[in-house]
């Protein structure tokens, strides 16, 4: 491709060069573009392969979908034909009163930034080959991680150069007041708080637009804001980074959400790839320069997680007024598109009811509405009843529940924690009515899962408190 690399290509490029997909070339930059428009589609969270199938079939109609996608072929066109129309500040379509949309968020993309070449680290340099024994970790209770030695190969006068611009690169970086925290023993970094009291909008919330559905999503946006503002940082849990308002880097919900901001602000990305870190819908890049190679995934992400200068990085794009708006609607397109994707029934459920079943979706997508949305149709809004059904979803993932022999469920530790879960999101709200509602029972697990009159109730524990659960029976059943 001469001095045009496959990241650009990937980024900036429109035609494919080969195929991708099923027994398809799948040249890097071709893939990018491709994974590009089955995001716009809504169906890149899948593996290349399975989503463009999935299109092929549910979209196209092809009874016997290749899972390819050809140049000038039929489903390159057809992903083309179906991307969303750019926004222009008006929510869903309809018109928004008074409001003018920021430059921040204009619809036309910005031209390709100049990156002096520094957009070939990614397919230049070398990628570190580890394996378990030799990933990134961190012990618990440690504040730095543990990067074992693996071989490293002679770089070429190519990569040396690459090396030292992203080196040089990382030393002019802003510092932020990100500092290190504790949590639950483990150790990680920290910048921000809920976001409550961040006065910003998304351009496409913003105006006096008071239908059912803009109430609804309104009320959606207050809610989730509150899991930061959307320059927050912190690397102190399993997720091992998380941005924003709730996005977490080793879920992919970090990286859909970059892939929407890259869209629209060009520039953001060339941000990243000048600190030598890039991350596609389902991987993160980021440049090691002490041994020159690119660690990958979950080693790129322990990569950054205490370095202050990396993770000032993703501070930048949510706090420079260049960069500020466009992620701050990048992060409510992707809070749409799962947790705040409203189903018609709530529009008049009261807000408490709408702010909990979205904050347990953006928490736990996989047993939210947006998953699931005819399961909370059934509650009418009713909080305990909510409670419930998010139990009687949870109960299929064991990191979540424990089903005890008679089919009870208990929900997990901290799920009556003050401040948190049921009784933090929504302002408690939920939580306080199962405490109004249930009764609270003690006994061990083994003693309840023998009882069968507990048989399939839903149970979450009294926080601090042994062999105490409330017990809200058969809600949401």
Same mark, same amino acid.
């Given at each position: ?83 969303? *129309? ?6 869903? +379509?309809? @018109?928004?009163?008074? /409001? &003018?949309?920021?430059?921040?968020? =204009?619809? $036309? ?89 961040? *006065? ?6 913003? +105006?006096? @637009?008071?239908?059912? /559905? &803009?109430?609804?999503?309104?009320? =959606?946006? $207050? ?103 466009? /992620? ?5 397109? =992707? ?143």
């Amino acid at each position: 491709m001469g001095a045009v690399s496959e990241v650009s290509h990937g980024l900036f490029g429109q035609e494919l060069r080969g195929s991708v997909g099923v027994e398809g070339e799948n040249q890097p930059g071709d893939v990018v573009i491709v994974e590009r428009l089955l995001m716009g589609v809504g169906m890149a969270d899948l593996d290349v392969g399975a989503a463009i199938t999935k299109f092929q079939r549910e979209i196209m109609g092809w009874p016997k979908a290749d899972g390819r996608v050809d140049p000038g072929g039929r489903t390159f066109a057809a992903l083309r034909k179906h991307q969303p *129309k750019p926004q222009q500040g008006k929510p869903h +379509g309809e @018109a928004a009163a008074g /409001a &003018a949309a920021p430059a921040a968020a =204009a619809s $036309k993309p910005a031209a390709p930034p100049e990156l002096g070449g520094l957009e070939n680290w990614p397919t230049v340099l070398p990628v570190a080959k580890r394996d378990k024994k030799t990933k990134i970790t961190l012990t618990k209770g440690e504040d730095q991680v543990n990067i074992p030695e693996i071989d490293v190969p002679e770089l070429t006068a190519e990569q040396k150069t690459l090396v030292e611009k992203i080196k040089a690169n990382r030393e002019t970086l802003p510092e932020y007041a990100i500092k290190k925290t504790t949590y639950h023993g483990n150790k990680g970094m920290v910048l921000g708080d809920s976001g409550a009291n961040e *006065k910003l909008t998304p351009t496409q919330l913003q +105006g006096d @637009a008071n239908d059912p /559905a &803009a109430k609804a999503r309104k009320v =959606a946006f $207050k809610e989730l804001g509150h899991e930061g503002t959307v320059d927050s940082i912190n690397t102190y849990d399993d997720q091992i980074l998380t941005w924003g308002k709730g996005f977490s880097g080793k879920s992919g919900s970090m990286n859909e959400v970059l892939m929407i901001m890259f869209e629209q602000d060009p520039e953001a990305r060339a941000v990243l790839l000048r600190a030598g870190i890039d991350c596609g819908r389902n991987s993160w890049r980021v440049v090691n320069t002490d041994t020159g190679m690119i660690e990958t995934d979950d080693n790129a992400l322990r990569l950054m997680q205490f370095d202050k200068k990396l993770l000032g990085v993703f501070v930048t794009l949510g706090r420079d007024p260049e960069h500020q708006q466009h /992620a701050l609607d990048a992060q409510w397109a =992707a809070m749409e598109k799962h947790a705040a994707h409203i189903p018609e029934y709530a529009y008049d459920w009261p807000e408490s009811s709408i702010a909990l079943a979205a904050h347990l979706a953006h928490w736990s997508p996989a047993f939210g509405w947006g998953t699931h949305p005819k399961s909370f149709e059934k509650t009418g809004g009713d909080l305990v009843e909510i409670a419930g059904v998010w139990g009687r979803l949870a109960a299929s993932n064991p990191k979540y529940t424990t089903v005890l022999k008679n089919g009870a469920i208990v929900g997990p530790y901290d799920m009556m924690h003050e401040g948190h879960r049921l009784l933090g999101f929504a302002d408690g709200a939920g939580g306080k009515a199962v405490k109004a509602a249930a009764e609270i029972i003690t006994g061990t697990r083994d003693e309840i899962g023998d009882d069968p009159k507990y048989t399939n109730h839903v149970l979450f524990p009294v926080y601090d408190k042994k062999n105490q659960y409330y017990d809200i029976g058969m809600a949401g059943n």
